[in-house]
């Protein structure tokens, strides 16, 4: 059973409602969950579940219309905006299906980029961040390609370097959307397994939203959006497990 106090994240009565008309979209109900330390855990759900939206409130990207999400038992919503900037930047990385790379700056200028654009006296120096950088792009199978423009690297290369850009902070979460989901089936496979290889050596705690079932059932859980909830199929197995 996963204990409380030992969730990096947790969620409680999450809802996220968008206004449409005169009418409310709940797209999240009530949502409760907690993700422990170390735990890979992939989300899954048709289109349009909300899939994006959680993760977007887990990485403090947007509010919820309610509820909380407790990061090392912190609530994250209460917090000033400096700290969430910082949450944003340092405890957590990104991994979008579209990246936001900069396609003029090259890849290693884009990986660097987190670590420079910190607020006023905290970004890192130059060299440093470089120097940090260089060792992300080794891990992702880069080192070859710092100094291309990340506008010409294919899709699986603009991936890797997203992955290594997001962490370059040396982040505790990895919250990732579909990071697969725009790459030929062998390329996302070797991104797949990237994915869960960078999970294990950088010690992290991960959220995967993924179409992929294969690479779903290789993490520790699976979270089924469906109807504003995870599924009972989750409720059951949860429930088997403590
Ligand atoms: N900013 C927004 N304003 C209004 N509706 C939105 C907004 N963002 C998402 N939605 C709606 O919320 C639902 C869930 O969206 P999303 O989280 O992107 O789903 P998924 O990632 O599972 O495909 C969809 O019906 C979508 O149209
Ligand atoms: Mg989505």
């Known amino acids: 059973m996963l204990l409380l106090r030992d969730a990096i994240i947790r969620a409680e009565n999450l809802t996220k409602k968008y206004r449409s008309g005169d009418t409310d979209l709940v797209v ?21 579940s909300g899939k994006s939206t959680l993760l977007h409130l887990l990485g403090a990207l947007d509010r919820p219309s309610s509820g909380q999400i407790y990061f090392e038992g912190s609530d994250i919503f209460a917090w000033k ?35 420079l654009v910190r607020g006023p006296g905290q970004g890192m120096d ?36 997203a992955l290594a850009r997001a962490l370059v902070t040396r982040p505790k979460l990895l919250l990732a959307d579909e990071p697969t989901g725009n790459l030929d089936h062998a390329t996302g496979e070797a991104v797949a397994a ?25 993490c520790d859980r699976v979270l089924q959006l469906e109807r504003g909830d995870f599924s009972p199929r989750e409720a059951e197995s949860s429930s088997r497990a403590s």
């Open 28 to 48: 999240l109900n009530r949502i409760e969950f907690a993700v422990a330390r170390g735990e890979r855990v992939a989300v899954t759900g048709a289109s349009g």
């Open 81 to 115: 905006e400096e700290e969430m900037a910082r949450f944003r930047n340092r405890e957590v990385g990104y991994v979008w299906q579209q990246q936001a790379l900069l396609p003029e700056f090259t890849a290693l200028e884009n990986v660097m980029m987190p670590l």
């Open 126 to 161: 130059r060299s440093s961040a470089e120097r940090q950088a260089r060792v992300l792009l080794d891990e992702v199978g880069l080192a070859a390609r710092g100094s291309h423009r990340a506008g010409e690297l294919s899709g699986g290369e603009q991936q890797r370097v």
């Open 194 to 218: 990237l994915l869960g290889q960078v999970h294990r050596t950088h010690g992290l705690t991960s959220v995967i939203v993924t179409h992929n079932l294969e690479f779903a059932k290789s």
